[in-house]
């Protein structure tokens, strides 16, 4: 390949490499929305991360706030919940 040649865009699946030129209508369909996809994944990973680093801090911080205010609670009552049937 001479030095004013561009390589060939390609894409790797499982190992093995495919020139974008040959993929037909429908494969070069399929490539254009997955690399439209690939963006917003990134962007639900990171949302995602956030939430999860969220919740974490929110257990932490319940967490913390039970054992202050409640201290070592040796007996737990019992509430038991009853729902009245209406006739």
Do not use: C, F, W
Request: aromatic share 2%; no cysteine; net charge negative.
């Amino acid at each position: 390949m001479s030095e004013n040649q561009e390589p060939k865009p390609t894409l790797t699946i499982n190992g093995k490499e495919y020139y974008e030129a040959d993929l037909n209508k429908n494969e070069a369909r399929m490539l254009s929305m997955l690399k439209a996809l690939q963006p917003e994944i990134e962007s639900l990973d990171m949302q995602l991360g956030t939430r999860l680093d969220h919740k974490d801090r929110l257990i932490a911080s319940l967490e913390s706030s039970l054992e202050t205010s409640q201290g070592d609670v040796e007996e737990v009552e019992e509430i038991e919940v009853v729902e009245e049937t209406k006739q």
